[in-house]
């Protein structure tokens, strides 16, 4: 982010930010240090779709605002919270707070919530963000997780599960209205993966606190989900083969070519996951480019392939909860699950699995409880103790699944949650789960939370598919002005995937159906219809959250 320091004379618009004109929160049980404010002008960023959750592509050019700084501790505890209030002038100050979520094992305050606080502030926002007690931008566990060998800071892991999000929403509200003179007329939450997660939370546990949410994308069973993203890296270890990235995504490839047509649109994306029942042991044998090199795709390459695809197992292959779609990538440099450590061809084979960081610190921080534990040797006997004890020991701080919203509900708020279909982190099953189980709990649920799927996008941005560019607009308009969205208009971005194409995203379960004629990249060209297996109401069986299999049936009259 380009940011021009303070000017030493701050511009008449914010004589307001200076520590001597704000005051501090007055919150039961938390001690407050003095707080710090400065001028930060000149703020610029390009970023790209989906960077600014619910927004699209952005250029930010020159943007002003006050930013507060505040640090707590909880009365009777060692933690230090840190907190950021960013405040437009008053002139362009509209009115609301946008507080913002984080991602990984971060709260928030890192590079990604910058990025939304810097989008919020553009648009007229007040924006707040805490980190939770633990640095954003060293939020790896071996930083904050054991408070002593073999043992979990507890208060530190309640205060990143659930605790901080309520104060965040307290202090940004008290600070708001210090500086402007009045309280914001409307509060939301913006957030995906991790911030999509503390969006539940707010739902759940502060269902007072924001009048709308957007949750994308979000780690709701994180006690589920963490060991889930760890295991194709456990399934290759106990194979003893590393697999080549080009192996995975030949076998991707050849699922999306399979199953692409399942939908009537050959687009590059499996719109219907369900539907597809390609077989990776098809690819065995078949030989491939691999950076300029023939090699022939592993039998541990469709092993693993067809483990993620399968979710986790025990040693009887008892399913212990979801598996990711064919389509979704499962092998790059960053936000995947099976990226292998690999010399040149001509140098030997690859010798260990990274995937997905915070799965593999997990594992050693917060369950095994000792960061020398060799990932390696984890048999299937104990990767299934350590995913029990993962959901017997933190489902109740990390996990959001709790289908209660009456007392959101009851505040009168509105909540939307997308979901990429093609998301390669947080597998879409999660969210489906919840969303049956919510309106198994509130058969009305949809008058104030709707849950819709983008086929082909990624976790959070990226992806073959579509995003939603206007999604958080749409919730604005739904809390402010009562107008429901019926659909969503997600579109790809040019610039990552070489060409535009438009598609209606439908409220779940129904589907986005080609109409047979037209433009398969105009949204026009589509309907909202039933899923592709089934006519009438649809019986989706899914993977409960203790791993069995329950019939959700769900009904389509919207």
Same mark, same amino acid.
């Given at each position: 982010?380009?940011?021009?320091?303070? !000017?030493?004379?701050?511009?008449?618009?914010?004589?307001?930010?200076?520590?001597?004109?704000?005051?501090? #929160?007055?919150?039961?049980?938390?001690?407050?240090?003095?707080?710090?404010?400065?001028?930060?002008?000149?703020?610029?960023?390009?970023? &790209?779709?989906?960077?600014?959750?619910?927004?699209?592509?952005?250029?930010?050019?020159?943007?002003?605002?006050?930013?507060?700084?505040?640090?707590?501790?909880?009365?009777?505890?060692?933690?230090?919270?840190?907190?950021?209030?960013?405040? #437009?002038?008053?002139?362009?100050?509209?009115?609301?707070?946008?507080?913002?979520?984080?991602?990984?094992?971060?709260?928030?305050?890192?590079?990604?919530?910058?990025?939304?606080?810097?989008?919020?502030?553009?648009?007229?926002? @007040?924006?707040?963000?805490?980190?939770?007690?633990?640095?954003?931008?060293?939020?790896?566990?071996?930083?904050? !997780?054991?408070?002593?060998?073999?043992?979990?800071?507890?208060?530190?892991?309640?205060?990143?599960?659930?605790?901080?999000?309520?104060?965040?929403?307290?202090?940004?509200?008290?600070?708001?209205?210090?500086?402007?003179?009045?309280?914001?007329?409307?509060?939301?939450?913006?957030?995906?993966?991790?911030?999509?997660?503390?969006?539940?939370?707010?739902?759940?546990?502060?269902?007072?606190?924001?009048?709308? *949410?957007?949750?994308?994308?979000?780690?709701?069973?994180?006690?589920?989900?963490?060991?889930?993203?760890?295991?194709?890296?456990?399934?290759?270890?106990?194979?003893?083969?590393?697999?080549?990235?080009?192996?995975?995504?030949? *076998?991707?490839? !050849?699922?999306?070519?399979?199953?692409?047509?399942?939908?009537?649109?050959?687009?590059?994306?499996? !719109?219907?996951?369900?539907?597809?029942?390609?077989?990776?042991?098809?690819?065995?044998?078949?030989? &491939?480019?691999?950076?300029?090199?023939?090699?022939?795709?592993?039998?541990?390459?469709?092993?693993?392939?067809?483990?993620?695809?399968?979710?986790?197992?025990?040693?009887?292959?008892?399913?212990?909860?979801?598996?990711?779609?064919?389509?979704?990538?499962?092998?790059?440099?960053?936000?995947?699950?099976?990226?292998?450590?690999?010399?040149?061809?001509?140098?030997?084979?690859?010798?260990?699995?990274?995937?997905?960081?915070?799965?593999?610190?997990?594992?050693?921080?917060?369950?095994?409880?000792? #960061?020398?534990?060799?990932?390696?040797?984890?048999?299937?006997?104990?990767?299934?103790?350590?995913?029990?004890?993962?959901?017997?020991?933190?489902?109740?701080?990390?996990?959001?699944?709790?289908?209660?919203?009456?007392?959101?509900?009851?505040?009168?708020?509105?909540?939307?949650?997308?979901?990429?279909?093609?998301?390669?982190?947080?597998?879409?099953?999660?969210?489906?789960?919840?969303?049956?189980?919510?309106? @198994?709990?509130?058969?009305?649920?949809?008058?104030?939370?709707?849950?819709?799927?983008?086929?082909?996008?990624?976790?959070?941005?990226?992806?073959?598919?579509?995003?939603?560019?206007?999604?958080?607009?749409?919730?604005?308009?739904?809390?402010?002005?009562?107008?429901?969205?019926?659909?969503?208009?997600?579109?790809?971005?040019?610039?990552?995937?070489?060409?535009?194409?438009?598609?209606?995203?439908?409220?779940?379960?129904?589907?986005?159906?080609?109409?047979?004629?037209?433009?398969?990249?105009?949204?026009?060209?589509?309907?909202?219809?039933?899923?592709?297996?089934?006519?009438?109401?649809?019986?989706?069986?899914?993977?409960?959250?203790?791993?069995?299999?329950?019939?959700?049936?769900?009904?389509?009259?919207?």
């Amino acid at each position: 982010m380009s940011v021009v320091s303070a !000017a030493s004379q701050q511009p008449l618009s914010f004589s307001s930010c200076a520590p001597s004109n704000l005051a501090l #929160p007055s919150i039961s049980g938390l001690e407050f240090h003095p707080l710090q404010a400065n001028v930060v002008q000149g703020a610029s960023e390009s970023l &790209i779709q989906g960077l600014y959750v619910g927004h699209g592509a952005i250029e930010i050019k020159d943007v002003s605002y006050c930013n507060v700084s505040l640090s707590y501790s909880h009365t009777g505890h060692s933690d230090t919270v840190n907190v950021q209030v960013w405040l #437009p002038s008053p002139d362009d100050w509209n009115n609301r707070l946008m507080a913002v979520g984080g991602g990984g094992f971060a709260a928030g305050l890192f590079y990604l919530s910058f990025w939304n606080m810097l989008g919020a502030v553009n648009d007229g926002y @007040a924006t707040v963000s805490t980190d939770a007690g633990h640095d954003g931008e060293k939020s790896e566990p071996e930083n904050w !997780a054991l408070k002593a060998p073999g043992e979990v800071d507890m208060h530190l892991l309640e205060d990143f599960g659930y605790r901080a999000y309520g104060e965040q929403a307290d202090i940004g509200k008290a600070i708001v209205e210090s500086f402007y003179g009045s309280p914001p007329k409307k509060s939301y939450w913006n957030g995906c993966s991790t911030g999509g997660r503390q969006g539940l939370v707010m739902a759940q546990r502060y269902p007072e606190a924001f009048d709308g *949410i957007l949750a994308n994308a979000p780690g709701i069973n994180w006690a589920h989900l963490l060991p889930t993203i760890y295991w194709p890296q456990q399934v290759m270890n106990e194979l003893g083969s590393y697999p080549r990235d080009c192996e995975f995504s030949a *076998i991707t490839a !050849a699922a999306v070519e399979a199953c692409d047509l399942d939908d009537g649109v050959k687009d590059g994306i499996i !719109a219907g996951p369900d539907a597809c029942k390609f077989n990776p042991h098809t690819m065995v044998g078949k030989e &491939i480019d691999c950076g300029g090199t023939t090699v022939k795709i592993s039998d541990a390459a469709a092993v693993v392939a067809e483990a993620a695809w399968s979710g986790p197992m025990t040693q009887d292959n008892s399913s212990l909860w979801h598996g990711f779609p064919a389509d979704v990538a499962l092998t790059g440099p960053n936000l995947y699950t099976a990226t292998t450590v690999c010399p040149p061809i001509e140098e030997g084979l690859c010798t260990s699995a990274t995937g997905f960081v915070p799965s593999s610190h997990w594992m050693q921080w917060f369950l095994a409880k000792h #960061p020398q534990l060799d990932l390696t040797k984890v048999s299937r006997a104990d990767f299934v103790k350590m995913f029990e004890q993962s959901v017997r020991e933190y489902r109740s701080v990390l996990s959001t699944d709790n289908p209660d919203l009456s007392n959101f509900k009851k505040a009168g708020g509105r909540m939307i949650t997308v979901h990429g279909t093609s998301d390669q982190i947080v597998p879409i099953g999660g969210s489906q789960d919840y969303y049956n189980s919510v309106l @198994a709990t509130d058969l009305g649920a949809r008058e104030y939370y709707r849950y819709f799927e983008a086929p082909g996008a990624g976790h959070c941005f990226g992806g073959v598919g579509g995003h939603p560019e206007h999604v958080f607009e749409d919730l604005v308009a739904w809390v402010e002005e009562g107008r429901a969205p019926e659909t969503l208009l997600a579109r790809t971005d040019p610039n990552l995937v070489g060409r535009l194409s438009e598609r209606p995203l439908c409220q779940y379960p129904l589907v986005a159906r080609y109409d047979g004629t037209g433009d398969i990249d105009a949204a026009e060209s589509y309907h909202c219809a039933e899923g592709y297996l089934k006519t009438g109401s649809s019986s989706k069986t899914s993977k409960s959250s203790d791993g069995t299999a329950k019939a959700a049936t769900i009904h389509a009259e919207l």
